[in-house]
């Protein structure tokens, strides 16, 4: 059976490589599923990436292909700061969750630096950009290796 990793990419970020590229830089979010997708198949693991500016489509994906995943990797956009039923969903999984953030949000205005998703995840990773993708990825393909 292959391992999945599911990737979740919250509000606005499809809008990567167009939106405040001072902030976020100018690679896609085509660029970064095809980084992951790309390293998930050299590992022999599929990756799944969702994206939704809505939270309620982000659920469905959650309850949909959460239980058969062996790891999480989540950019919540601003759900991160107040999405509790993305939140919730997630806490009813067994299966590692890493946060990532782009920027460094605690660099940034006060009401980035809380996260409802921060308790329930592993780990998180801010600040290092898409690769900050990459890095999520290693770290639960590592702990894969472990299992």
């Known amino acids: 059976m292959t ?3 599911l990737v979740i990419h919250g ?11 001072h902030l976020y830089g100018t690679t896609t979010l085509a660029d970064i599923n095809t980084a992951l997708q790309q390293r998930g198949a050299e590992a022999g693991v599929q990756i799944i990436c969702i994206q939704s500016n ?3 489509e982000l659920v469905d994906a959650i309850q949909r292909h959460g239980w058969d ?4 990797i989540i950019n919540p956009g601003a759900l991160t ?3 509790l039923s993305l939140r919730d969903a997630l806490a009813m999984l067994a299966t590692p969750i890493i946060e990532v ?5 605690y660099q940034r205005e006060a009401f980035r630096h809380t996260s409802v ?31």
């Open 11 to 21: 509000p606005n970020l499809n809008m990567l490589g167009r939106r405040e590229p």
């Open 54 to 56: 809505h939270e309620g």
């Open 81 to 83: 700061h107040y999405g």
């Open 3 to 5: 391992a999945t990793i």
């Open 69 to 72: 995943a062996q790891g999480i």
């Open 117 to 147: 998703i921060a308790p329930i995840a592993r780990g998180q990773i801010t600040g290092l950009g898409w690769r900050g993708y990459l890095l999520a990825l290693e770290w639960l393909l590592a702990e894969l290796r472990n299992t």
């Open 101 to 105: 953030h782009l920027s460094n949000v």
